[in-house]
């Protein structure tokens, strides 16, 4: 969008620079408008839908470090917990493994499992389902609505 020129001290108003405020105004109101895709809508274990305007909802990425360069055996589980800024409601979380060395990745195989997702923290189990050394963390992405 572009910017309107702050007038200098003195300037007479003329109709050319309150034209360029009127159409500064008119773009912004177009970005703001009221439409459904400008929205977003968390809803809630009870089925509740909680909705605000995207520009007021609150997004965090984490990666969080579960085991590094350990050993594991197949059905070894790994707990990871993250605390996090107050959510109005519970966020919609969702997590993905990295295993992070490379010489492991195609002999690793992990699933992750969130346990609980309140306000303000997210648990969950990474289980190694193969042998060997990993280095595993998780990537979480969390959208809610701030408090």
């Known amino acids: 969008m572009a910017k309107v ?3 200098d001290r003195g300037q007479p108003l003329d109709l050319a620079y309150i034209y360029q405020l009127a159409q500064a105004i008119n773009n912004l109101s177009d970005q703001l408008s009221p439409t ?20 007021d909802a609150r997004i965090i990425g984490e990666y969080i470090t579960v085991s590094n360069s350990s050993t594991t055996t197949s059905g070894t589980e790994t707990a990871f917990h993250l605390q996090f800024p107050d959510f109005a409601y519970a966020p919609a979380v969702t997590a993905t493994p990295l295993v992070a060395a490379e010489a492991t990745r195609s002999r690793t195989d992990v ?18 389902n193969t042998i ?12 809610g609505i701030p408090v």
């Open 36 to 55: 459904t895709a400008k929205y977003t809508t968390i809803r809630t274990a009870d089925k509740t839908n909680h909705t605000v305007r995207t520009s």
């Open 5 to 7: 020129a702050l007038p």
């Open 132 to 143: 060997g050394v990993s280095s595993v963390g998780v990537n979480l992405i969390l959208v």
């Open 111 to 128: 699933s992750v499992i969130l346990t609980n997702v309140t306000a303000n923290s997210v648990d969950g189990i990474v289980k190694f």
